[in-house]
């Protein structure tokens, strides 16, 4: 079992900056592909970005490519979101997940909101 836990969400104006931070309780954390994902009030929850084991690969939705950055950090167990220019629509419940692939992921945390204003 993996606990996730989000932190890093809040309110920002439109074009601003937020950092997402997952803190992940289990060892080996390396074994995992980690991903992002968000849920808007009315919406189903999409794909945001993920990477590799190593951080060396990363993938991004067309919608944040440009402007949002995964990466993680091993040694503490740690994965990151920077968010950059961040726009009313990004506006989300913010997951973080782990998993075997980019695409099967079996841990997820509890979220964090994140709110943009116009």
């Known amino acids: 079992q993996v606990q996730l836990v989000e932190s890093g969400g809040g309110l920002v104006q439109a074009g601003g900056s937020l950092r997402l931070s997952c803190a992940a309780s289990?060892?080996?954390?390396?074994?995992?592909?980690m991903g992002w994902f968000r849920q808007a009030p009315g919406k189903e929850r999409e794909f945001v970005a993920a990477?590799?084991?190593?951080?060396?690969?990363?993938y991004y939705a067309d919608s944040v490519k440009g402007r949002f950055t995964i990466s993680r950090d091993n040694a503490k167990n740690m994965l990151f979101l920077q968010m950059n220019s961040l726009k009313p629509e990004d506006t989300a419940v913010y997951y973080c997940?782990?998993?075997?692939?980019?695409?099967?992921?079996?841990?997820w945390g509890q979220g964090t909101q994140v709110t943009v204003s116009s």
């Open positions: 997940a782990a998993g075997t692939t980019i695409t099967e992921y079996d841990y």
């Open positions: 990477c590799s084991w190593s951080g060396a690969n990363t």
């Open positions: 289990r060892r080996p954390f390396i074994n995992y592909v």
